[in-house]
């Protein structure tokens, strides 16, 4: 089932995800919803908060990435078929030196910035067997991991960027909290909550 996307501007976003449990209710079809969410929407990740729920869950498809021309033949392989569903994720490391790339994000329409994040990241997660593992990851993909997983900790990309540009697209910001965006997606905004 598709979901509508919460916008910028909505509590849930800045709530920090809780750790879940493998009886955590309608887990599967959690899951499923948020990759089909996803899909719809020509995402490359989906994080629990983006559609309402703040539990630490995020899932992520970085395969529309390995058509991308500036990346090289080895990450274009990497990135093809790389799905996996990110539960009670933790960050153990950041390393390497920051390099910038343009993000976007499916609750912050129409906005994307240049943020700088470490290459190289050391995950903790579970899959949906809920056995824990620890992992290493790089590149692109590296990227919309700590994308993901900043939505789990009530961050959003938009608060990585200088104050200078935070005042340039304050107006685009306001607009999706008020809802005047226009999606080929679902959306549900903050404004209509309090219209209510």
């Not at 908060?49 to 539990?55: D, E, F, K, T």
């Not at 090289?72 to 920051?98: H, R």
């Not at 790339?101 to 809920?130: A, H, M």
């Not at 992992?135 to 900043?150: C, N, P, T, W």
């Amino acid at each position: 089932m598709i979901l509508p996307i919460v916008g910028y501007g909505d509590p849930v976003l800045r709530k920090v995800g809780e750790a879940i449990t493998p009886d955590y209710p309608g887990l599967k079809e959690t899951i499923a919803n948020m990759y089909e969410t996803m899909y719809n929407a020509y995402g490359v990740g989906l994080a629990a908060p983006q559609v309402g729920i703040a539990i630490r869950l995020f899932v992520i498809d970085t395969t529309p990435f390995s058509d991308d021309e500036d990346v090289s033949t080895k990450e274009q392989k990497e990135l093809k078929g790389f799905k996996k569903t990110f539960i009670n994720a933790k960050i153990v490391k950041e390393e390497g030196e920051e390099w910038s790339f343009n993000e976007g994000c499916l609750s912050i329409p129409d906005v994307r910035e240049d943020v700088y994040r470490k290459p190289t990241v050391t995950i903790e997660y579970c899959e949906e067997d809920f056995v824990m593992k620890t992992e290493v990851f790089d590149g692109l993909i590296a990227r919309v991991i700590q994308h993901e997983y900043d939505h789990i900790e009530g961050v959003l990309f938009t608060d990585k960027i200088s104050s200078l540009k935070k005042r340039l697209i304050q107006k685009k910001l306001k607009n999706i909290t008020e809802g005047k965006t226009f999606q080929e997606y679902r959306m549900k905004f903050a404004a209509a909550k309090k219209g209510r």
